[in-house]
C-alpha cells in the first residue's frame, strides 16, 4: 500500500511538472510579443474599479442624430461628470436638455481651429481627465471602466481604443491597419481617454505646424489625432495604451473625411513633417519589445 501511494505521489508531481514545462516553453516562443499583448488587459485589471470620473467631448458636425443618441446613454452613466457638445455646422444645431450637457454653440470656431476645436473644448471641462470622442460610436460602461482603470494606472498616457503605428527601423509612415493592443504611437480620437494637462500641450506646440496644416489640411486640422499623439509623447515621454474595451457602433451614413480622396496620403505627410518638426525620437526598440518603464508591476 505505502508502495502505491509513493508510486500515484510521484507520478502526480511528475505530470505537475510537465505541464510546468510546457507552459515555460510555450511562454518563451511567445516571447515579449505576448507581454506586448497582455499589457493592456493587464492595466485594467490592477484595480477592481476607478473613482475617477470625466468629461465627455464630442462635436457636432453632420451627425445630430447620433450625438443625441450617445449623450441619452451617456448621462445615465456615473463615470461621466458632464458631456460638452460643440456646434460646428450651422444646419445640424440642436437644442438638448439633459442633466450632465453643456452645448457650446460656436459655429465660428470650425473656420479657426476645424478639427482640433475638440482640444479647445477640453480646456473647458470641469474634470482633469477628458473622453474625446467621433459621433459614430459609443463606449459601454464596462469599456469606459477599462479605460479610466488603465489611465489610473498609466496616468501619462493617451488611452485608445483604436490606434496607428509602423514597422521598426523605417522612418514614420501612417498605416491604415488595426494595431495591437498595448502602446501604439498613434491614437485616434474615434475614442480616446486623455487629461487637460494633454491638451494644454497641444496647444503650445500647435504654432510649429500651423502653417503647414492650415495650407495643406483639408478639412482643417486633419491630422489632429496624430499631432495629439506625438505631442503627448514629446510632452511625457509615453506612447499611448490602446485597449480593448466594449463600445458599439453607429452608422456613418458614408460621411466622414476618411472616405475622402488622398486622405491617407495627407496623413502620412503630416506625420513625417510633425515628427520631424517636434523633434521627436522615439527608442530604438521592435515594436514587440517593452522597455521596463511600460512594463506593468
Known sequence: MTSLRTVIVFATITCFNAVLSLK???HEHEGPRAVYRSLASEAARSAHRSDHQVTVVIMNWQRPDNVIHIARIYVTYESIAEIIIWMCHPDTKFKLSLPKVRIIDDVSANDKYGLSIRFKACLLAKTPWVFIQDDDHYIKKQGLSRMLMAKQKYPQRIIGVFGRDWPHGPSPQYIRKPV??????????????SDVETCKA???????????????????????DIFFSLVSYKAFGQVPLIVKARKAFLSQEKKGIHFGGGHDNYRDDFLKYAVEILGIQYPDYPLGKIPVQMETS
Not at 185 to 190: G, N
Not at 202 to 224: C, D, I, Q, T
Request: without cysteine; aromatic residues 16%.
Open 24 to 26: 515555460q516553453i510555450k
Open 180 to 193: 495591437q493592443y498595448g502602446p501604439s504611437r498613434i491614437a485616434l480620437t474615434v475614442m480616446l481617454l
Open 202 to 224: 497641444f496647444w503650445k506646440y500647435a504654432p510649429l505646424v500651423e502653417p503647414y496644416v492650415r495650407e495643406h489640411s483639408s478639412p482643417l486640422w486633419n491630422g489632429e
